[in-house]
């Protein structure tokens, strides 16, 4: 799997003219790699992950996977969103099929495969349960376990553990790193929050604020796995502390 | 630690501290709930008050029983339209007016409602038409009916059907808007299409949007079949009460009120419960 974005550019048509939202957004993600983006409020990265989802058009560039240009929202791209976005009339189980269900598996085919996903968010107990009644952090992993199931080539999360508490984001981030080593999945991740993209991913884009554009592309040089204790290490510590270093300086642009 | 006036005052008497200015009122309380026994007392005073009223009204010398008659009086009217056959069939009649005429705005609107509610475009089209018959009065429309279709069930019928079909579209479009985009969105990404999205997502997420649509216009109907059997009907409530006033039976008219009523809020608990019943998902604290 091969994901990349071609010059990209995105303007918004305003009352007071055109706002340029991305003005010529360059990256990749290969197979089996976690990246992250992060950038102040304004800096277009839902902007930047939409576009890849194929829900907005760009003004101009491309989006291509495996070489074929993305012209709109598709399956081999699953979304989770910071709002839950479950199906709250349907069970646990019947979320996780919903998407295989769209596709016209049979039904026996898109048990096994919920059920199997399922058990990877650790929500098979709960597949009787409405979503009303789990919890945030439940929630979220039931929306993960619904974009697995249809096997995307990658997955991309926009800001997917912002409305969870602290506690529960930091099981959250164990959790996603588990799901990542057992499935293998490429997954593409928004966040503003610095330490939770230098805990997660391999690379790191740092986007610049009003256009949105890549500042700076950083690798994270820590174990491929990580658990809670790597926080607290003097290399985890500099490379978070580098990556503020950057996003204050674009603050301080935007001041000025 | 500030002390309130009331509690001062207690000590200085000498006797123990009230709680009053700890546990504000009850009854005023904004925006909460009250205690279970209040709530039942508070409906039975608000049943059993007016019924007094009512009755000792009726005990007065100055008023004349031929206008208003006294609770019992309703009663025993009430009791003799039974046994006379009139109230069954009667109710009956009007019942099955309301049923088919509702039945078929229902619809005939959920499905421009949520076509409406989903695409601009139908939007457009329909809004400007469907905003004007909305405003003209179903009531206006009853010689144009008589015209066309006689008297006989086939004008009552299309009556509440055009009373109800175009408040029925306009709040089920109005539903639509609840449903959010990020829910659209997603679907999408799951390999829906626009069709499985109109008949999976929103259709769905809706529902209880709907029945309360179809449980508050009923409302309507309810009005409408009355007005029709004023004007020309053999049988029916609002037939009977015409009939009653011809022959100065105010006891009887007021019975077929009570009727009225009565059915009308049965319907509305009916619905409800029918509503939190399959659709409980709707009523849980948070959503999806």
């Not at chain 1, 976690?34 to 989802?53: C, D, P, Q």
């Not at chain 2, 709530?39 to 608000?46: E, G, I, N, Q, Y």
């Not at chain 2, 029925?168 to 997603?186: H, R, S, W």
Request: aromatic share 8%.
């Amino acid at each position: 799997m091969h994901l990349e974005t071609i010059e990209l550019r995105k303007c918004f048509p305003t009352r007071r003219g055109r706002l340029l939202a991305l003005d010529g957004v360059n990256l990749h993600i290969e197979t089996g790699e976690l990246v992250s983006i992060i950038g102040a409020s304004g800096s277009g990265k839902t902007t930047l992950l939409r576009i890849i989802a194929g829900l907005e058009m760009p003004s101009s560039g491309q989006v291509m996977i495996d070489g074929r240009t993305v012209e709109g929202p598709g399956p081999d791209r699953g979304l989770v969103f910071q709002s839950y976005t479950l199906y709250p009339w349907l069970r646990v189980e019947e979320n996780a099929c919903f998407g295989l269900a769209l596709q016209g598996m049979p039904r026996r085919e898109q048990k096994r495969r919920a059920a199997a996903y399922l058990e990877v968010v650790g929500l098979r107990h709960c597949a009787h349960l409405y979503p009303h009644q789990l919890s945030g952090g439940m929630k979220q992993r039931l929306a993960i376990a619904r974009a697995l199931a249809t096997e995307p080539k990658v997955l991309l999360m926009d800001e997917p553990f912002g409305a969870l508490d602290a506690q529960t984001k930091e099981t959250m981030h164990q959790f996603l790193l588990e799901v990542w080593e057992r499935t293998g999945t490429t997954i593409l991740l928004i966040t503003h929050d610095v330490e939770e993209a230098v805990f997660l991913s391999q690379r790191v884009y740092v986007l610049e604020s009003a256009p949105g554009r890549v500042k700076q592309e950083v690798e994270i040089d820590l174990p491929r796995h990580r658990d809670f204790s790597c926080k607290r290490s003097l290399n985890f510590l500099q490379q978070r502390e580098n990556l503020l270093e950057l996003l204050r300086a674009e603050r301080a642009k935007v001041a000025a | 630690m500030a002390l309130s006036n009331s509690s001062l005052q207690a000590m200085q008497t000498g006797q123990k501290p009230t709680t009053t200015d700890l546990q504000p009122t009850v009854f005023w309380r904004l925006a909460e709930r009250i205690p279970g026994a209040l709530h039942w007392r508070l409906t039975v005073v608000s049943i059993l008050a007016p019924l007094l009223v009512w009755w000792g009204v009726t005990q007065t010398p100055w008023v004349d029983p031929r206008f208003l008659p006294s609770p019992m009086q309703v009663l025993q009217a009430m009791g003799r339209l039974w046994q006379e056959g009139f109230l069954l069939r009667d109710t009956l009649a009007s019942g099955f007016r309301v049923v088919a005429g509702f039945f078929l705005a229902g619809v005939v609107a959920t499905p421009i409602g949520i076509g409406m509610g989903a695409f601009a475009s139908i939007r457009t089209l329909l809004e400007p038409l469907i905003g004007l018959l909305r405003y003209m009065p179903a009531a206006a429309f009853i010689p144009l009916l008589i015209i066309y279709f006689g008297l006989d069930e086939a004008p009552k019928i299309i009556l509440i059907f055009l009373g109800t079909v175009f408040f029925n579209v306009l709040m089920i479009m109005d539903a639509v808007k609840f449903v959010p985009k990020e829910l659209i969105e997603v679907t999408y990404t799951l390999g829906g299409n626009r069709w499985q999205v109109l008949l999976k997502v929103i259709t769905p997420y809706i529902v209880p949007s709907i029945l309360d649509t179809l449980r508050v216009n009923i409302a309507t109907s309810w009005n409408l079949v009355v007005i029709a059997e004023l004007i020309a009907a053999n049988e029916g409530l609002g037939k009977r009460i015409q009939l009653a006033q011809r022959f100065f039976r105010t006891d009887e008219i007021f019975a077929c009120l009570l009727i009225l009523g009565l059915i009308g809020v049965v319907i509305d608990v009916g619905m409800r419960y029918f509503t939190r019943f399959t659709c409980r998902w709707a009523f849980s604290k948070s959503g999806g």
